[in-house]
T-cell receptor
């Protein structure tokens, strides 16, 4: 069975500060991991994905995530938050490309 | 290339009414999915399809039916709507097993209110 846990349903950061959104997964087989962003009244957009190879993955809008197998984590970071980063962020895992398992999401607020 | 298109965008139903949500994708994806999104619960899978003419139940299938008569379309039906089905519904598609690291591509959602 697979599952995703996102620690912190709400995260607030000041503009220009580091963004860190946490994601831990459970998977008995090598996973494929994804981060999605959802802006108000929109669908989910892919931020980045980890498949195989390099453990540090770069995505759009300056975000990146590091796959740590020993910690079963895939935390999302951005060095400097921008007001436009305010959104809901979802971590997801699959191993077969068949079913995807999503975390419950983290709402990011950026304080000017 | 429109991606994944959902219709309608908004709908209000009375309890007991029926409706069909339509999802269309133009990316030649094999797999299609219907999710519902509720506050604090993330995305929950209702039904999915791994190819034309096939469907399977997800995590929360009760009260919903689906059909995939054409590869590009995936329909979600509510036969007798209930207030508990008030939610935002998202359709998604992917290449599936053909490309296992393929991400999901999402539509913009349908906001359904059942009174």
């Amino acid at each position: 069975a697979q599952s995703v846990t996102q620690l912190g349903s709400h995260v607030s950061v000041s503009e220009g500060a580091l963004v860190l959104l946490r994601c831990n997964y459970s998977s008995s087989v090598p996973p494929y991991l994804f981060w999605y962003v959802q802006y108000p009244n929109q669908g989910l957009q892919l931020l980045l994905k980890y498949t195989t190879g390099a453990t540090l993955v770069k995505g759009i809008n300056g975000f990146e995530a590091e796959f740590k197998k020993s910690e079963t984590s895939f935390h999302l970071t951005k060095p400097s938050a921008h007001m436009s980063d305010a959104a809901e962020y979802f971590c997801a895992v699959t191993s077969t490309g068949n079913q995807f398992y999503f975390g419950t999401g983290t709402s990011l607020t950026v304080i000017p | 290339n429109a991606g994944v298109t959902q219709t309608p965008k908004f709908r209000v139903l009375k309890t007991g009414q029926s409706m069909t949500l339509l999802c269309a994708q133009d990316m030649n994806h094999e797999y299609m999915y219907w999710y519902r999104q509720d506050p604090g619960m993330g995305l929950r899978l209702i039904h999915y399809s791994v190819g034309e003419g096939t469907t399977a139940k997800g995590e929360v299938p009760d009260g919903y039916n689906v059909s995939r008569l054409k590869k590009q379309n995936f329909l979600l039906g509510l036969e007798s709507a209930a207030p508990s089905q008030t939610s935002v519904y998202f359709c998604a598609s992917s290449y599936g097993r053909r490309q296992r690291n393929s991400p999901l591509h999402f539509g913009n959602g349908t906001r359904l209110t059942v009174t």
